[in-house]
């Protein structure tokens, strides 16, 4: 079953090993849409983040879906934006 403790809004750092066909190293992103993945294998569960790209400088940058592994977001500490972290 998954456990997923995301909610729209937060704020989450996404590194490479944690998505399905990563090519351009970890990402930080703003969440603005999550979709369960129900056609996978039991132990190979992910889920669709959707949100927009935070940059190392804080502005944010392009829009994106990205495949994630459901446990990183079942114990990954998410944050909102002006939060204290």
């Given amino acids: 079953m998954f456990d997923v403790r995301v909610q729209l809004g937060d704020v ?4 490479a090993a944690d ?12 969440v603005t849409g999550v979709r369960l993945v129900a056609n996978r294998p039991e132990q ?3 889920v669709w983040l959707e949100g ?22 079942a114990v990954h500490r998410q944050h909102r934006p002006g939060s204290a972290r």
């Fill in 44 to 46: 190979d569960e992910w």
């Fill in 52 to 73: 927009v790209k935070i940059g190392q400088d804080g502005r944010s940058s392009d829009r994106a879906r990205i495949l994630v592994r459901a446990s990183l977001l």
């Fill in 12 to 15: 989450i750092r996404i590194d």
């Fill in 19 to 30: 998505r399905l066909r990563s090519t351009d190293g970890p990402v930080t992103l703003w």
